[in-house]
């Protein structure tokens, strides 16, 4: 087994809540992808789709002065798996929604081990 399958199936366990008995790390939440459609000029409208995709989310306390600085202007950091066709492409009105609070996704960064997209971090407004 690679280097790279351990890796893979460590980040996957925490993920699923299975590498500690007992110890629940992630929450459930909604990524909503949202499409921008057409503008229509007569009743100044934009149309949207929106597709909505269940995951597991950990929320990230980071200390760096950077992220601090950004917590004060109602950011907050989430990290979450690979979602396939959506991430890293997020679209611009993409959003979060865990615990029934609604998030603006305003930055997504990839963490890979060589080719291996292991998770993303989301920098998202309230």
């Known amino acids: 087994m690679s280097l790279n399958s351990v890796v893979e199936k460590i ?43 269940p995951i597991n989310i950990i929320k990230s306390d980071s200390t760096s002065t950077e992220d601090a600085q950004l917590r004060q202007s109602n950011t907050i950091t989430f990290i979450v798996r690979p979602i396939e066709g959506v991430l890293p492409e997020q679209g611009i009105d993409d959003e979060l929604v865990v615990g029934g609070v609604e998030y603006k996704v305003v930055n997504v960064s990839k963490a890979s081990l060589g080719s291996t997209s292991l998770m993303y971090e989301i920098t998202a407004l309230t």
Do not use: C, H
């Open 11 to 53: 980040v996957s366990d925490v993920f699923e809540n299975k590498l500690v008995d007992g110890l629940t790390i992630t929450e459930t939440g909604t990524y909503r992808r949202v499409t921008t459609g057409t503008f229509d000029a007569s009743s100044r409208t934009l149309t949207k789709t929106k597709n909505e995709i």
